[in-house]
């Protein structure tokens, strides 16, 4: 029997990521069962896919059966969600000691589901940080159904790394930006990366300027809060291709002069779910031994009104020399991204570039909160990433772009203007950034709309931030060891 111990989300008491899961003896308590369709069905449970029916026994121990379904759905996060719906149910029904019977899930689903299944059970368990005096909460849960090995215990030690990254990122998106100020994220960045084989830097107001990264500057000395940029390096390898994951961090977007509408206001503080992404991603690969050679970059800054912020109409130069016309001050972080995708390829020296932020709030009217819009300049590359982000239950579609679209972003003051045509704004925005990737193998990834959910779209998810492409970002990394 493999048991874990939870305590809490963990992350906040002891700045690890994650619920702490050790792997012990029995814990006993309370049982999760879990039958798919066709066995053990009754007139109350079928076993339909995360159909629920809780019960009492007749030694007054609660029983919670979850249906599987048929097994015959070949998209990934299905064992993920099966486990959060049985997690959800102890936590609404406060029973914080229980076993789970997985027997049946890896029997179905394969014993590769195991990591699936302790990632589902930890998010589950997630609730969002509170600024109020709240009891911390303990959870006692046994795995049964599973031997207890060395491949098994490794399965579900990285599950729970994983889906400690996905809460690291749901908590920093999540939280109010007067209690994250740019080099606050950076602090907490740092603090979740100690002890581990990543090397953390943070460049500061007067680097950035030494780096002339002047499409940065016009964004971020807007603000009284100065902004940094984080670089984390991860290089288990020797000599190996490095892959710049490149977020956006702004930590709150007023729009600039742009001012935005005051119902766009309430999401602000999510802005930076992008560089959020970059770092758990980062976590999870330096926890989880990935070999794959990665650089994360996340340009943190804020997005305000003051007497110097940028005006439409300034001509800005980026760091690479290039000049940049501003049409709209609410356009920022492509802005922000160019100096740091720029400065991935020039300083880091990576080989090809993912770039990820919540740029477009016309990705979101496109396709909603559960796909996040892709754009992608190598086959190669992009079929890559496609299929890590299948294997863990992310959905990514890739965008068409053309000549007319680059034509879009043509301005006749300056190498290129931060706003196109009043269409295709979400290709145009990507296209802005793909011209400083310096012909690398580039893809962007907007997620504006996947990035936050009012109503969780998948049963591992809550209402507020999802952590959208931790998972993705960190399979991409292992598929290329």
Sequence with gaps: MLAAELKGTGYRKSRMSAAEITLKGPAGGDR???????????????????????????????????GMGDGKDPESGKVREILATAAKEMKEKKI??????VGAVLALFGQEALQEAAEGLVLGLYHPEKFKEEEEEDWQ????GVPE???????????????????????????????????????????????????VEVLDLGQIREEKMGAFLAVGESSLYPPCMLVLRYLPQKDGEITALVGKGVMCDTGGYCLKGSKFMEG???????????IGAIYAMAKNNAGANVVGIVPM????????????????????????????????????LADAVSYGVRKERAGRVVDIATLTGAMGQMLGNSITGLLSDNDEFCQAFLAAAASVGERYHRLPWYKEHEDMIKSDSADVKNSGAPFCPSITAGLFIRKFAEGKPWIHLDIAGSACVGNPVFAYQLGGATGVGVMALYALAKGQE
């Design 32 to 66: 999760v069962c879990f039958y798919r369709e066709g066995e053990k069905q009754t007139k109350v449970f079928s076993g339909k896919f995360l159909e629920k029916w809780g019960f009492l026994e007749e030694d007054g121990s609660f029983a919670l059966m979850v």
């Design 96 to 101: 914080q000691s229980f076993s789970c019977d």
């Design 141 to 144: 849960v046994a795995f049964t």
């Design 149 to 199: 090995n060395e491949n098994t215990l490794r399965m579900v030690e990285q599950g729970r790394n994983l889906a400690g990254a996905v809460i690291f990122a749901r908590d920093m998106v999540n939280r109010p930006a007067n209690r994250l100020r740019p080099l606050d994220f950076a602090a907490e960045a740092a603090a979740l990366m100690e002890g581990l084989p990543v090397e």
């Design 268 to 278: 602000i503080k999510g802005d930076m779910a992008g560089g959020a992404a970059v």
């Design 301 to 336: 800054c804020e997005n305000r009104i003051s007497p110097g912020s940028m005006i439409p109409g300034d001509v800005v130069t980026a760091g690479n020399g290039m000049s940049i016309e501003i049409l709209n001050t609410d356009a920022e972080g492509r802005l922000i």
